[in-house]
């Protein structure tokens, strides 16, 4: 609907003037405006969270030069920010992330009445400090790496405070970076003497049989985006360093049985696509001081038809466990984009 309005606004600006004026950045409604016009704005509005600031000099600063803190708040929050008066609003469809930018712009408020200048990078750093609640990872020898969503510090949380943790939900929701990052940060802090990752090699449409190479060279691109998490999050000479002496061991599901995980951080990643037997290999596989993090996306089961999907089993039977953690993420909480997160709701909607 706000798009809709931004088109009859667009439209009927030369026509009748008098009625609406929106810009990216400002909005004013006159009262002399139509009934469906003001019904439109009604719509609009709901979606828009409005945050009043009692000084306007405050104001200014939170805007930025040249509305460039607007503009970063649009790209973090996905969504159209604007100040109308003394009020900085944003419109945007998910209440979690609404909340989100009422107590960020509190915090930048008092940032600006204490005489702060407030740049896009401090609004980074507080967006982070707010939503991880102390939650965040930090690596030795790597970086920093604080959670997005109340659902991905809780997500943390439970990490560290089960041996065994569950993280479904759409992709893009940031399960399986996290979970590399939680697993580095043990590894590296010399809790655990192992990281392993594995994933399922199962064929989405493709043949892994016509594949060139060997083995190893057929299943390496299945595996290829653990390794791009890590090397997104350590050096590469470290990341070959800690291959080199065994401590980074990454492998499809199928290597884990027989095996007695002692003292590791073990990922299993695209939980979605192991069978009831292989979910139960997987999890039985865990020994003393050894913690798990399984991630997956139950609409993206691959698996042949007529077999049920291992997480799917291990979601219904676990979930009364105390301690086993689950964690439910879901297409609000997507941030690689809000085209992802809009492509997703289309496939949802049709189930």
């Known amino acids: 609907m706000g798009s809709k309005m931004r088109k009859n606004a667009r439209e009927g600006r030369d026509k009748c003037p008098q009625k609406v004026q929106l810009s990216r950045h400002y909005i004013q409604l006159d009262d002399d405006a139509s009934t469906s016009l003001q019904l439109e704005a009604e719509v609009f509005l709901s979606t828009v969270e409005k945050v009043e600031i009692l000084n306007p000099g405050a104001v200014e600063a939170i805007c930025g030069i040249n509305d460039a803190n607007l503009h970063y708040l649009e790209q973090m929050f996905g969504g159209v920010v604007f100040c109308r008066g003394n009020s900085i609003m944003l419109d945007c469809d998910s209440h979690v992330k609404r909340q989100e930018f009422r107590r960020l712009i509190h915090n930048l408020e008092g940032v600006a009445l204490r005489g ?120 590469t000479e470290l990341l070959q360093r800690l291959e080199d002496l065994r401590q980074i061991e990454v492998a499809p599901l199928a290597y884990m049985r027989g095996r007695s995980l002692k003292n590791c951080f073990v990922i299993l990643d695209e939980a979605q696509n192991t069978t009831r037997g292989q979910m139960k290999m997987f999890l039985t596989r865990l020994g003393e001081g050894a913690k798990a993090v399984v991630t997956g996306d139950l609409t993206q089961i691959d698996l042949p038809r007529q077999t049920e999907s291992g997480l799917l089993e291990a979601h219904r039977l676990l979930r009364r466990i105390p301690e086993i953690g689950f964690i439910d993420f879901t297409s609000e909480e997507v941030l690689r984009s809000p085209l992802v997160k809009a492509i997703i709701d289309a496939y949802e909607s049709e189930t």
């Open 116 to 235: 702060g200048s407030i740049q896009p990078e401090h609004i980074h750093h507080f967006l982070d400090e707010e939503v991880a609640n102390g939650q965040y990872v930090a690596i030795p020898h790597g970086q920093r790496v604080f959670p997005r969503t109340p659902n991905q510090a809780q997500f943390v949380h439970s990490v560290r405070r089960h041996q065994l943790t569950f993280a479904i939900g759409p992709a893009g929701t940031g399960k399986t970076y996290l979970a590399v990052a939680l697993g580095l940060a043990e590894l590296l802090g010399k809790r655990r003497r192992k990281l392993i990752f594995t994933r399922p090699v199962v064929e989405a449409g493709e043949s892994l049989g016509y594949l060139p190479g060997d083995l190893t060279q057929k299943i390496n691109p299945y595996l290829r985006p653990i390794y791009d998490a890590i090397e997104e999050l350590i050096p």
